[in-house]
């Protein structure tokens, strides 16, 4: 198991940008692809990015590719999100989550992770 917590939400403006982290606990942090997800007032969690347990190969949902950066550090046992250019529309509750790559679940569905942090909130004003 494992334990996921998100830091570094806030207000921002227009084309600002910010830094996204979470640690992780418990078991081997290297184990675990991670992901961002994101949900805006009313709208469902989507999904932002992810990363492999190397840190290789990330993926990015259409409408953040080339402003967000998704990265790790193992020896650290955390995961960010370099989040550049950003715009009202990536107002949102940020999550970290966590899985064990080993499923048939497409790694942007909500079930493929197995353990969420608490969410850290980002607003972009206009």
């Known amino acids: 198991q494992v334990q996921l917590v998100e830091s570094g939400g806030g207000l921002v403006q227009d084309g600002g940008s910010l830094r996204l982290s979470c640690a992780a606990s418990?078991?081997?942090?290297?184990?675990?692809?991670m992901a961002w997800f994101r949900q805006a007032p009313g709208k469902e969690r989507e999904f932002v990015a992810r990363?492999?347990?190397?840190?290789?190969?990330?993926d990015y949902t259409d409408s953040v590719k080339g402003r967000f950066t998704v990265s790790r550090d193992n020896a650290k046992n955390s995961v960010y999100l370099q989040m550049n250019s950003l715009k009202p529309e990536d107002t949102a509750v940020y999550y970290c989550?966590?899985?064990?790559?080993?499923?048939?679940?497409?790694?942007?569905?909500?079930?493929?992770?197995?353990?969420w942090g608490q969410g850290t909130q980002v607003t972009v004003s206009s």
């Open positions: 418990g078991r081997a942090f290297s184990t675990y692809v």
């Open positions: 989550a966590a899985g064990s790559g080993w499923t048939n679940i497409s790694y942007y569905r909500l079930a493929a992770y197995a353990y």
């Open positions: 990363i492999s347990r190397g840190g290789g190969i990330p």
